[in-house]
């Protein structure tokens, strides 16, 4: 039954949906109207620059309570990176939000500061190469994608790297399932959209100025 509350308590810490409720108390803009991720960069494009900054650090800080706090109270580490993914999956689909969210870089970032400190700085790259190149979704993936490999290299632990495998199954899920978009009927179509919704994060072939992730002052 500990785990279990545990395991609810940080689906919904990461369900808190921190730029959703900044968007409408600076602005009052409705995320979910206007963006395709309800995300900092949402927040970051919509709403103000600077406020991406307390919702970026909000959403980390919702990763980091949800994977330490187990372990203040006892708990074993495979629990404790199983909470810190369940916030992830709470930002992802928050209860507050009909099931809707972002994409969990954030929260996760929050996760690795404790179980894998090495991990932020490598996911943090990524995203600022992506957006240097002006390609964040596929340079981030591939940051997500060599995260197994840099833990194993650097003997991290088990639970860090199931946790970075637990995210990389996180992030094709959602980009896959884009906050419930609607495919093509279309069998050529829909192969097409499911592709780029892996690989650009996106429905569209163009590549617009701003594809969100969820990260501080990122550009995709």
Known sequence: MESVLLLLAG??????????????????????????????????YLVARWAVVPV?????????????????????????????LAAVVGHNWSLWLGFRGGRGISPFLGFLLVVFPMGVFVVLAALAIGRLVRRTP??????????????????????????SLGMLAITIVKRLEANRR???????????????????????????????????????
């Open 11 to 44: 689906y919904l810490l990461g369900s808190v949906p921190t730029a959703q409720i900044a968007a409408q108390l600076l602005a009052g803009v409705d995320l979910r109207e206007r963006s395709p991720t309800i995300s900092g960069s949402g927040v970051y």
């Open 56 to 84: 970026g650090l909000i959403d980390v800080l919702k990763g980091y309570l949800a994977t330490i706090l187990p372990l203040q109270v006892g708990a074993s580490a495979e629990l404790a990176m199983a909470c810190g």
């Open 138 to 163: 596929v340079v981030a993936l591939l940051g997500l994608l060599s995260l197994p490999g840099v833990i194993i290299a650097l003997g991290g632990s088990d639970a860090a790297l199931r946790g």
């Open 182 to 220: 609607r495919l093509p009927r279309d069998p050529v179509a829909r192969q097409t959209i499911l592709w780029r919704r892996f690989w650009l994060d996106r429905d569209e072939e163009r590549w617009p100025p701003a594809i969100g992730v969820d990260l501080p002052c990122s550009r995709s």
